[in-house]
């Protein structure tokens, strides 16, 4: 079947602007997360949601970063006012439930380049 | 605050070597340990482990959890080319506050 997408895969910005990332999770996962991957960095939690409530938003880096999901279904990422030091690889993942024993589908990530 | 460390940070070996990856963490309210391969864009699962002294094994790979010295070990035994990529380890979190926390990863580099 379908695995997790997302787009775009890559979005080049100017600072200031804001962006919106996508993400399709895998049919039937009712949960989905957001992480962020700096250049030689692991991977940084962002958020998750489990349906459409984000239980913790205590990872998001700032107030210029919100994320909703509507449905159950597909989330969406904005970066509003973006600087130089958001450009990095936002990935998306789903599970089947947001518990410890089930694990995380990644999506191929978008590259985000502010200049 | 949650930590995951890698190491090492880097690896090169021959093709036919066997390495071991290690993984330390301290996560509260652990539930479990995961491991991935990243070898372009998205990550793949490798192992999950929840158990302590319990071996999974796929293939040439194999991993084992001491939640006592929290750590892990990843060992791929033969190593090929196709094993190049980052591999990458988290700590699960259960609870209100579920989350993976990732560590930096090991690039391992095998060379023909």
């Known amino acids: 079947g379908a695995g997790v997408s997302q787009s775009p895969s890559n979005k080049v910005t100017e600072k200031g602007k804001d962006v919106e990332l996508r993400c399709d999770p895998i049919s039937g996962h009712t949960a989905l997360y957001w992480y962020r991957q700096s250049l030689g960095q692991g991977l940084e939690f962002l958020i998750y949601?489990?349906?459409?409530?984000?239980?913790?938003k205590s990872g998001l880096p700032s107030d210029r970063f919100s994320a909703e999901r509507t449905g159950g279904s597909v989330s969406t990422l904005t970066i509003q006012r973006t600087q130089q030091e958001d450009s990095a690889v936002y990935l998306c993942?789903?599970?089947?439930?947001?518990?410890?024993?089930?694990?995380?589908?990644f999506g191929p990530g978008t590259r985000l380049t502010v200049t | 605050e949650d930590k995951v460390v890698q190491s090492p940070l880097s690896l090169v070996v021959h093709e036919g070597d066997t390495v071991t990856l290690n993984c330390s963490y301290e996560v509260t309210n652990f539930r479990s340990l995961l491991w991935y391969k990243q070898e372009k864009k998205a990550p793949t699962f490798l192992f999950m482990l929840t158990s302590s002294g319990i071996e999974k094994k796929s293939g040439r790979l194999s991993s084992i959890l001491d939640k006592k010295e929290l750590f892990s070990i990843l060992n791929i035994t033969a190593t090929q080319t196709g094993d190049s990529a980052v591999y990458l380890c988290a700590g699960n979190s259960g609870g209100s506050n579920y989350k993976l926390t990732f560590g930096k990863g090991t690039l391992l580099t095998v060379n023909p």
């Open positions: 949601f489990q349906g459409n409530s984000a239980p913790d």
């Open positions: 993942a789903s599970s089947f439930l947001a518990s410890y024993n089930y694990e995380q589908y």
